[in-house]
Every structure is written in structure tokens, then in C-alpha cells.
């Protein structure tokens, strides 16, 4: 098993950063690439972007992409997600997922999820 466990979340004016922290621990998590996913309320849980194990592949939902950076510590077993420009629409529950070696943009896809931080974002 992986435990994962987001932080970092809160309330950011629009046009303001923020950086979400997905601690991992339980069995070795060498190996697993990361997922940040969203959701709004009301809405479905989307894809947002991942990172790969090794060589820190990343890849990001148009939605984010440029706006959004995923780096991790593997030394730490910690995944980040930094948001800069945030915009009211990114207001959501953030959760980290993770799969072994490949990432999902399907949430089902995904093995192990955090219980997920909120963001607000405020106009």
C-alpha cells in the first residue's frame, strides 16, 4: 500500500501562487509516477498533470499548461505541484494520485489517491 497525503492548500487571490506538497510512505514508491487531479464542486475530477518516476517526464491538461509545474523529490518521496497565475476557475479540491511506472489522465486509472487539499481562489 501507498499513502498519499496532500498540503498546502488554501485561499490566493486571483493572480496569486501556490504550491501543493503529495507525501508519500507505506510500501517503496520507487517506481510510481504521480497524478494531480481536481475537482470543482459539481463537477467531475479532471486530470491536471503528472511526473514520471524517472527522468521527470511531466505532462499537463491544457488548462494548466503554463501555469502549473509538477516537480518531486524522489529522495523525499514528495511530488509539488506549483501554481502560478491562479485563476478563480482553479478553485477545487486538489488531489495527488499514483500508478505504477505510468500516469493516467483517467482517475480510474490511477492505484493510490490522497484525501485531497482545497484551493480557493478569490476574484
Known amino acids: 500500500q501507498v499513502q498519499l497525503v496532500e498540503s498546502g492548500g488554501g485561499l490566493v487571490q486571483a493572480g496569486g501562487s501556490l504550491r501543493l506538497s503529495c507525501a508519500a510512505s507505506g510500501r517503496a514508491f520507487g517506481g510510481y509516477a504521480v497524478a494531480w487531479f481536481r475537482q470543482a464542486p459539481g463537477k467531475e475530477r479532471e486530470f491536471a498533470g503528472s511526473?514520471?518516476?524517472?527522468?521527470?517526464?511531466?505532462s499537463y491538461a491544457d488548462s494548466v499548461k503554463g501555469r502549473f509545474t509538477i516537480s518531486r523529490d524522489n529522495a523525499k518521496n514528495t511530488v509539488y505541484l506549483q501554481m502560478n497565475s491562479l485563476k478563480p476557475e482553479d478553485t477545487a479540491v486538489y488531489y495527488c494520485?499514483?500508478?505504477?511506472?505510468?500516469?493516467?489522465?483517467?482517475?480510474?486509472?490511477?492505484?493510490?489517491w490522497g484525501k485531497g487539499t482545497l484551493v480557493t481562489v478569490s476574484s
Open positions: 494520485a499514483a500508478k505504477r511506472w505510468q500516469a493516467t489522465t483517467d482517475p480510474g486509472g490511477m492505484d493510490y
Open positions: 511526473i514520471k518516476w524517472s527522468g521527470g517526464a511531466t
